[in-house]
């Protein structure tokens, strides 16, 4: 049984926040808060299904009194209590707005036509152990797909937390959150950033900016590569875009302008050595300063750029170059106005190996979701990319395995196919025995060519059965070393994961 709250869909159209491991007044509370905070809650009536809560140490009137008042302070719509000792106090609930059912035992309200009305409702399931209330999460949830992607929601907290113990208090910090949340979800991680007070949040183009904001997010969110005709969706969702040409500067003045909007916020790149986008830091800034100080329809927030190579020592005298570029460039834009202008450099490995550059801010990407970009290593593990094993084949020497018949076997192997393919995010060159995963901690190559949905692997030495779980990268098996073996990054991996595969959100 998980060790751990998690958010799975369900059947009917319902959302399951599963915290059926442990039951009592501490637990419940922040389970009930979280439940508050879930995007889903919009149009979904709230329904909490809760058991006894034992060895309280305190006389059951009073605690039952207290609970029942805590239970309508976080705006429960239905409660349905499980147990003789929470049944037989059913008075202290009188009170309570929400609708409630009470039923002995689990098995009773599993047989109950309640059970069988549950539809389109937020679901806290929270109990104690021995009631089993697994059974009530493993019929409610939502079985589309043997393969799971698990987000450690506390990893993405312990992450941020190790970054932030290289700066100064005063430093800002912009979290990346694009390529939906590098692959992990970047409405769920964005939750947990907003929580965390980070100062800003980071997408690449305005509709995942207007998904955030639709969720609830009320953070500052950066938008990277604007495109001209989101300039109004701009406005009406307070995203503020990056701004690297004069070409975009005067386009948005004067889409501003149009819709009567001042002082909207920007953020401006300077290109120091990437060569990919951004003002020239020595050539433009003069045209750049009297362009921005014309007019009154957007005003700089803050400046930054790129380092190319923060992550390898190798180009130190470069990246000091391009810092010693970047200063002289804002220097003169923040000369140019009154207010703060922040200025940020360092990404994920600058942030570690340039703690002396990190100026007013910072931008953390790869290292919040668990790869450290200096070295590749995990430091708190985010992602964990799970199947399992549909089917087992006892192949004799000599027959080829998938399409193309690419791949004889030399030796009489067992065979397991299991569900998942490269429509699902698993890169076609780990086939044909260059990668592996893990069954049971094993490693297990992949065999012959990997198809859309289905791939094989080897598993002739493993002992294992149809059902078992398959790693196909967490703490065990790092996207990085699936990296290498193709010769990619890391990102790659992780933002590859199809949305097909379904995400369960845990917090230890």
């Known amino acids: 049984m998980a060790m751990r709250l998690e958010v799975k869909a369900g059947i009917r159209d319902c959302t399951l926040i599963n915290d059926s491991y442990n039951s009592d007044l501490n637990s419940l509370d922040i389970a009930l808060h979280f439940m508050n905070r879930r995007p889903e809650r919009e149009g979904k009536s709230k329904t909490l299904i809760l058991s006894d809560i034992q060895q309280t140490g305190v006389p059951p009137m009073m605690f039952y009194t207290h609970l029942a008042q805590m239970i309508e302070q976080q705006g429960v719509e239905q409660l349905v209590a499980i147990g003789p000792v929470i049944s037989a106090h059913a008075h202290c609930f009188e009170n309570l707005q929400a609708r409630c059912s009470f039923f002995p035992n689990t ?64 430093t800002k910090m912009v979290c990346m959150v694009k390529a939906d949340g590098y692959g992990a979800g970047a409405i769920e991680v964005a939750k947990i950033l907003q929580d965390h007070r980070v100062d800003y949040l980071a997408v690449a183009v305005a509709d995942e900016g207007v998904a955030l904001r639709n969720a609830g997010i009320t953070a500052n969110i950066i938008i990277m590569n604007p495109e001209m005709s989101t300039f109004h969706t701009l406005f009406e969702y307070n995203l503020e875009p990056e701004v690297y040409s004069f070409r975009l500067l005067d386009a948005l003045v004067h889409a501003a302008k149009k819709e009567c909007v001042t002082n909207f916020p920007i953020h401006i790149k300077l290109d120091t050595g990437m060569h990919r986008m951004g003002f020239d830091p020595l050539k433009d800034m003069p045209t750049l300063v009297e362009r921005l100080k014309q007019q009154n329809a957007v005003i700089p927030r803050s400046v930054f750029s790129h380092f190319v190579g923060s992550d390898n020592d190798d180009f130190d005298s470069f990246s000091a170059r391009q810092y010693e570029l970047f200063l002289k460039g804002s220097q003169q834009l923040q000369a140019a106005f009154h207010h703060q202008i922040l200025r940020h450099m360092c ?37 964990t990319l799970r199947t399992t094993i549909l089917q087992i084949h006892d192949v004799p020497a000599g027959d080829s395995v998938g399409y193309s018949r690419r791949t004889f076997m030399e030796r009489d192997s067992r065979i397991a196919s ?57 703490e065990e098996l790092s996207p990085s070393v699936l990296a290498e073996i193709i010769d990619t990054i890391p990102y790659e991996i992780l933002t590859g994961i199809s949305n097909r595969v379904k995400r369960v959100y845990y917090q230890e």
């Open 347 to 383: 990404n994920s490995a600058g942030i570690e190996h340039f703690p002396e550059r990190q100026m007013e801010m910072v931008r953390l990407g790869l290292g919040l979701y668990g790869i450290n970009s200096r070295n590749n290593q995990l430091i708190n593990n985010v992602c």
């Open 107 to 170: 098995e009773s309200f599993l047989q109950s036509p309640l059970f069988g009305s549950l539809r389109n409702q937020l679901i806290l399931i929270k109990g104690a152990r021995s009631f089993c209330f697994e059974q009530i999460s493993d019929l409610l949830e939502q079985k589309v797909h043997e393969t799971i992607l698990e987000v450690n929601l506390s990893a993405i907290e312990q992450n941020l937390n190790y970054y932030r113990s290289f700066l100064k208090p005063e």
């Open 418 to 474: 299991i569900p998942i393919g490269y429509a699902d995010g698993l890169d076609r060159l780990l086939g044909r025995g260059n990668g592996y995963c893990l069954v049971n901690g094993q490693k297990a190559r992949y065999v012959g060519n990997i198809c859309m949905d289905v791939c094989m692997i080897d598993v002739t030495d493993i002992p294992c059965q149809e059902g078992d779980s398959v790693l196909i990268f967490g």
